[in-house]
Each structure stands twice: as C-alpha cells, then as structure tokens.
C-alpha cells in the first residue's frame, strides 16, 4: 500500500460519501440514512441492515456474523439525531467489510485510522457538500444547520468548521 | 473540472462493481471515456498502475492535482531595462 497524507484520505472518503448520497438522490436534507441501508445499493445487499437493540454501552456498532448478513446494532432509544449519525458513521464499517470494499481496497486504506475516518464519512454523509452549498445559498446560516439537516449539533459545529 | 470529473468517478466506484471490475481488468480506460477529463489527462490515468483501487484513486488524485495546478512564471527583468539610459540602479548610486 502506497503512503497516503491525512487530506488525500479525507478528499478520498468525501468521495465515498457523495456517491452514496447521490445513491439516495435527495434533493433537500435530512440525508435519509436508515432508508439506505434498508434499501442499498445490490452490491451491499448482503451487508447494510439495521437491528435496534437495548444497551447502555454503545450508541451503534457494526457486526457481521460469520457467514450471516452485516447489520448496524443500533440503541432502541437515541434520539433521532444521534440515531442518524451513528448510523451513518458506522455505515463506512459496512462498507469496508462488505465484498464491494475489499474489492476496493478499502480495508488497507481506511482501517488504521477507522474511528476518524468514520466520523469524518458521517459528517459528510448527512450533510453532502451539495446540499450544504444549496442551504448556504439560500441564506441558512449555522444556527440552524443542525436543526436542518437533523444531526447532533457538535456533529453540525464541526462540519459548518470545515467551510 | 478534472478533479470533479475524479470525484464523481470515485463516488461511482462504492456503488457500481463494474468500475472496480474494468480497473483489475486493465479497462479503467473505457471507465474514464465516460467522464469529463481532458484527452492527456485521460490517457494518462488510463496507464497508471496499483495494487487496488483505493491506491489508484489517490494516484489519480496527485496526478489531477498536479495537473491543475498553474505553471509558475518566472519572473525575468525585462530585457528593455538595460537599454533605459538614464536610469540608474539602487546599488549604483552608493557606490560614488
């Protein structure tokens, strides 16, 4: 594997993102993240779902069973900001894991800095370049681009710091 | 307008199989036909070689940065200055 810079990994997962939300094709936000994986593209048939489950430990994590579908284990009782968020951050999981991202390299690229990177594709993934542009340029400010694009305010505090 | 058309060929690959499969097939070149690059850039991308496709990205990502990155100017006197008379340099007028 080549070396590759910290913002050459970046631009690399906004990429990832944007086809994904171009995938979804919405054309305002919120970025409808759990209809993605309840309907993703085929090639992840056999790796996006989502199972909500009681726990106190984790907001969301990724698993796949051996030989079994991959699934998103979600907290039954987030809030729906946060539930979108966590989805959408351990979507790059499935991603990684699935047939389609070893065919891609994702693995060697992204596992040794997989929690930054999952945070940064989430950033991007409920709130695309696109759509924050179009907000932006109907005068929405960071107020409420939260509230908008319905995702955790320090979640929106840090994208809205990345224009 | 390179560097968008790398983006959206990017964005495509995590959904479509086929753009992975024409990279490890050595036909990433029918792949970028369908895409906004300009003739050089195109047959150059079309040559590069890697282990994955995650690497080629970021290979093809250094070589349509660099593309679009303007040629420095090097600033030259002009050749006319030496022929202006009456006009003298700074470090002329010291030296009487």
Do not use: C
Not at chain 1, 68 to 95: C, H, K, M, N
């Amino acid at each position: 594997m080549i070396w590759v810079t910290r913002d050459e990994r970046l631009w690399f997962l906004r990429a990832l993102a944007q086809g994904l939300s171009d995938y979804l094709g919405a054309a305002e936000p919120p970025i409808p993240v759990e209809q993605l994986l309840k309907h993703p593209p085929a090639a992840y048939n056999e790796d996006f779902g989502v199972v909500d489950m009681y726990s106190n430990l984790w907001d969301a994590t990724f698993a796949r069973p051996p030989s079994q579908r991959g699934s998103i284990f979600v907290r039954i009782d987030l809030p729906p900001d946060e539930r979108r968020y966590a989805l959408a951050r351990e979507t790059l999981s499935a991603v990684i894991t699935s047939r389609q991202g070893r065919a891609m390299g994702l693995p060697e690229m992204l596992m040794p800095n997989m929690s930054e990177s999952a945070e940064y594709f989430a950033q991007h993934l409920t709130a695309p370049q696109a759509l924050l542009e179009a907000y932006r340029s109907r005068g929405g400010d960071e107020k409420n681009f939260a509230p908008t694009f319905r995702i955790p305010s320090q979640v929106a505090g840090r994208r809205w710091g990345e224009l | 307008m390179s560097m968008h058309a790398l983006n959206q060929l990017v964005a495509r690959s995590i959904i479509d199989p086929g753009v992975v499969q024409a990279f490890s097939a050595g036909k990433i070149g029918e792949i970028l036909a369908e895409f906004d690059f300009g003739e050089e850039l195109r047959r150059w991308l079309s040559s590069l070689e890697a282990t994955t496709w995650a690497e080629y990205a970021v290979i093809a990502f250094r070589a349509v940065k660099a593309a679009e990155v303007p040629a420095v100017r090097i600033q030259l006197p002009s050749p006319a200055e030496g022929l202006l008379i009456n006009r003298s340099r700074p470090e002329e007028e010291q030296v009487a």
